[in-house]
């Protein structure tokens, strides 16, 4: 009697699983662009790429860079707000189109994902506190606490750049580059590891507090969009693939790099061989 | 804080109040299938009950969330933000309802059900007047303890997609910088909503008191 029950219920599960399996995958540009909307996933912890600004709006690169996107492709941006860790699992999961982080283009994330072409550089550098006067080049963080995002490709560098020191460095890893800055200030730790568009723009924002720690270190690496290799994604991203370099083409991306980081990047058009 | 940003702080407050009664709501209602299926003496009716109560209780909120947001899609059913927020939520607080519920039909004195088989009642007549109106006033503080849970862990569905209070205050405490102005207000509305709830559990049991008097 027992054992029927289970077999019972594993038949029904079997079948409620099961079933829509057997869906036709439909072609992503095609379902995008007759429903008008683009689904795109991001974190809105990390500013100046994506933010809730002061006055409570969504914004950021990110926000601009894919309006002009929607834009060119003739649709509107929908955006996914989670937290990062949840982003990647989401976007294989179909829960979005493709993914706004931006992320750090490395070669793990390349074997796995598509890159859009690179928005910006993403080299790390570290942020200290302004009145800290122990801290004047990077080789000076040998033997303190520094913290850094959870799985980021720059806390992979920082805790590589901290084995190459002299008596080594701790590494805190945090859920969120803000819960960091947060302790930084709060003198919990003695720097921060992130790339430098990010740092840059936080010690923009809070000069009394902050300063960034020149030059950056470690490997010359890019910030791209990410979307899936599945076959059914792949017209999709190749047209947002085309937008991002027309953007690119007639100046707008350096115009936005200008207005976000203070300066424009030169960007290769595709990473093919990461260096990370 | 600039009176925008409260607004923001309080429409987030609305979305953790929505989503936490939803599906409490819908949580009791499955509750009392599943307590309903587990005391039932036909096997194929207790045995996945408890097989359910035993899952949606032993595995944490935040992975059957996680589970519920990336695992379906992977079988071709579509989960929306909300949707695995309200269901990951739901069934979770109606694995804990079914047993508080349980456990209040278990207190039912037997006595009672065998002086109404006398007197001829039928079963669903026992139900509607003798043990769900007992059962209710047993499991009543027990139910307003899980709302609160529910309403503090829903906290956790940020992860699928969803800005609710604690997300929200995370948002302008980081874009502010003033983490502790954020937080401070945001446990303070979950405090106000509490109190409100708490309260709202009070007045009913005092109702239900005075009724039976």
Request: include cysteine.
């Amino acid at each position: 009697m027992k054992r029927r029950s289970v077999v019972q219920a594993l038949v029904g599960l079997g079948l409620v699983l099961g079933l829509p399996l057997a869906a036709h995958a439909q072609d992503a540009l095609e379902r995008v662009t007759s429903a008008g909307v683009l689904k795109v996933g991001t974190e809105t912890a990390f500013a100046p790429f994506d933010f809730i600004d002061a006055t409570g709006e969504h914004a950021g690169l990110n926000v601009d860079l894919f309006g002009e996107i929607g834009k060119e492709m003739g649709v509107d941006i929908a955006w996914v707000e989670l937290p990062w860790d949840g982003v990647l699992p989401a976007l294989e999961a179909g829960q979005f189109d493709m993914v706004g982080g931006p992320a750090t283009i490395t070669k793990a994330r390349a074997e796995r994902y598509r890159f859009m072409p690179p928005i910006a550089e993403a080299t790390v550098a570290l942020l200290k506190r302004a009145d800290d006067d122990s801290i004047q080049k990077p080789e000076d963080i040998a033997g303190k606490l520094v913290g850094g995002g959870k799985s980021s490709a720059q806390l992979a560098q920082l805790k590589a750049f901290g084995e190459s020191l002299p008596g080594g460095v701790e590494v805190r890893e945090y859920v969120g580059n803000n819960e960091a800055y947060a302790d930084l200030a709060a003198g919990r730790i003695a720097a921060v590891g992130n790339s430098l568009p990010n740092i840059a723009y936080v010690a923009s924002q809070q000069p009394d507090v902050f300063a960034v720690v020149q030059p950056p270190f470690g490997t010359k690496s890019y910030f791209g969009y990410i979307g899936t290799k599945k076959p059914e994604d792949q017209k999709l991203l190749d047209a947002v693939d085309a937008a991002i370099l027309k953007i690119k083409a007639d100046g707008r991306l350096a115009e936005l790099q200008k207005k976000w980081f203070g300066t424009a990047f030169d960007t290769p058009d595709h990473v093919t061989d990461p260096a990370l | 804080m600039t009176p925008r940003l409260f607004e923001l702080m309080l429409w987030a407050a609305g979305a953790t109040v929505l989503i936490s009664a939803v599906s409490i709501l819908i949580g009791l209602a499955i509750g009392f299938l599943v307590c309903a299926a587990r005391v039932s003496r036909t096997r194929w009716l207790s045995t996945p009950a408890a097989v359910f109560v035993s899952f949606f209780r032993g595995v944490p909120l935040l992975v059957q969330l996680l589970l519920i947001y990336n695992l379906l899609p992977g079988f071709g059913l579509y989960v929306p933000s909300v949707v695995a927020a309200i269901a990951g939520l739901s069934l979770c607080t109606a694995a804990y309802q079914a047993e508080n519920l349980r456990g209040g039909f278990m207190s039912v004195p037997k006595g009672l059900l065998e002086a109404a088989d006398m007197v001829g009642l039928s079963p669903w007549q026992q139900m509607r007047r003798i043990r769900a109106p007992i059962a209710l006033r047993l499991t009543l503080p027990a139910l307003i303890n899980e709302a609160i849970l529910i309403l503090k862990a829903s906290s956790l569905i940020s992860v699928v997609g969803v800005v609710e209070l604690t997300r929200m205050a995370q948002n302008l405490a980081a874009s502010t910088y003033r983490p502790l102005l954020f937080y401070s207000v945001a446990g303070g509305l979950y405090l106000v909503i509490n109190w409100l709830v708490a309260g709202g559990g009070s007045l009913a049991e005092r109702m239900l008191k005075k009724e039976r008097a």
